[in-house]
């Protein structure tokens, strides 16, 4: 199993532009989250989904969209992007969202992402 | 709403305990997590509390206690690895993800 993987590692973007950001899992969870953290901070909420074609506004959405088309992925979209948004943004999952112990979630890498 | 108290900084000797507190305010109760993060790293599952009580896996204990809504990460036999922020978390109610405090960072010193 290869967990939760997120491609790019790095990006540097202009004000303006517009990327996705990938995240995948093979371990048919129907969860999955997509968080931002800034330097010394927590992590914050951008969306979740609580499987495919459903998804839901997380603490901080604004700037961001995502998609959830199969069980696997979960895209988030950054358009026009902002100096705001220069953060490292992480992709989760979990086989629930609470109780019976099986909360637990898996983190992918990271996306460290630079706005300039 | 939901938020989560927990001390910014804590430093500790290589070989000894410390202690991570964590005081909640939630709407409803469903557990306390705790989670690991590594300098450049991404997080981990530590534990879940979904009782009173502790709750110990090797090195490291969490405790619970919900009539003082408060929690606890126990580490033992500190070692430098141990070095890292930790964040403790909780659901906003029963059917949302998790919400984050913002994390504690460990540093563990010879």
């Known amino acids: 199993n290869a967990g939760v993987t997120q491609t790019p590692k790095f990006r540097i973007l202009k004000i303006g532009q517009s990327m996705t950001l990938q995240c995948a899992q093979d371990?048919?969870?129907?969860?999955m989250y997509w968080y931002r953290q800034d330097p010394g901070m927590g992590l914050k909420l951008i969306y979740y989904s609580v499987g495919a074609g459903i998804t839901d506004k997380g603490e901080v959405p604004n700037g961001y969209n995502v998609s959830r088309s199969t069980t696997e992925d979960f895209p988030l979209r950054l358009e026009l992007a902002a100096p705001s948004q220069t953060s490292v943004y992480f992709c989760?999952?979990?086989?629930?969202?609470?109780?019976?112990?099986?909360?637990?979630?898996?983190f992918g890498p990271g996306t460290r992402l630079t706005v300039l | 709403g939901q938020s989560l108290e927990q001390p910014s900084e804590v430093t500790a000797v290589e070989g000894a305990i410390v202690q991570i507190n964590c005081t909640y305010q939630t709407s409803g109760f469903y557990g306390l997590s705790w989670y690991q993060q590594h300098d450049g790293g991404a997080p981990t599952f530590l534990s879940y509390?979904?009782?009173?009580g502790l709750e110990e896996t090797g090195r490291f204990s969490s405790f619970l206690s919900r009539s003082d809504s408060y929690g606890y990460l126990l580490l033992q036999e500190l070692q430098m690895k141990d070095s890292a922020s930790y964040f403790c978390a909780a659901p906003h109610s029963g059917n949302t993800p998790l919400v984050f405090g913002k994390g504690t960072r460990l540093s563990v010193i010879a």
């Open positions: 371990m048919n969870h129907n969860y």
């Open positions: 509390n979904a009782l009173d």
């Open positions: 989760a999952s979990s086989y629930s969202l609470l109780l019976a112990g099986d909360n637990e979630q898996f």
